[in-house]
């Protein structure tokens, strides 16, 4: 099931891993795995501090590459629970 819900996709990232289909800025549509859950994420890939997040902005760890992807919420096209 696809949803569309930004507060709902935050806190699913926070708990595990989320599949998030969004549009690319080339037009090109884009499935990753993500997460913010620290015990997925490798310790050196952890954040190291806080930063006030943008409000346009939504950043996860891509599980597949291994790096911090952020795209613009306008973009997400959903993601799956």
Do not use: Y
């Amino acid at each position: 099931m696809i949803v569309h819900d930004i507060d709902q996709l935050e806190t699913r990232l926070a708990e595990g891993e989320v599949r998030l289909v969004f549009m690319k800025k080339d037009g090109t549509v884009r499935e990753a795995r993500g997460t913010r859950a620290s015990h997925l994420i490798p310790p050196q890939n952890r954040p190291k501090g806080v930063r006030r997040p943008s409000p346009q902005v939504l950043c996860f760890f891509d599980l597949d590459k291994g790096e911090w992807r952020c795209l613009r919420r306008d973009s997400l096209l959903g993601f799956v629970e």
